[in-house]
């Protein structure tokens, strides 16, 4: 079982940064591939960005050049720093931990960005 709780979320102006972090219960995390999805109101979940075990990273097109996600092995966590946010970043924010088995899903964080 693999708890994840996510953090940094909230209300910015366009073009403003912030920094979403997820921490979770196991360490088995770490070795796993992690991601961070969104979902905007009326639409369906999308990926963000995803971050293998081995530490190879991918984007969607939406955000490339803008979000970064990065982990902290030693602290089970895993971070999406966004940078020149646009109103139709808006979105709750969640974090996934995608194991061979299953995976599992954090609670979501929500994302404002004001134009």
């Known amino acids: 079982q693999v708890q994840l709780v996510e953090s940094g979320g909230g209300l910015v102006q366009a073009g403003g940064s912030l920094r979403l972090s997820c921490s979770a219960s196991?360490?088995?995390?770490?070795?796993?591939?992690k991601a961070w999805y969104r979902q905007a109101p009326g639409k369906q979940r999308e990926l963000v960005a995803r971050i293998t075990g081995g530490g190879t990273t991918n984007y969607a097109d939406s955000v490339k050049g803008r979000f970064t996600i990065s982990r902290d092995n030693i602290k089970n966590a895993v971070y999406l720093q966004m940078n020149s946010l646009k109103p139709e970043d808006t979105a709750v924010y969640y974090c996934?931990?995608?194991?061979?088995?299953?995976?599992?899903w954090g609670q979501g964080t929500q994302v404002t960005v004001s134009s």
């Open positions: 996934a931990a995608e194991l061979p088995s299953r995976s599992y």
């Open positions: 196991t360490s088995i995390f770490s070795f796993n591939t």
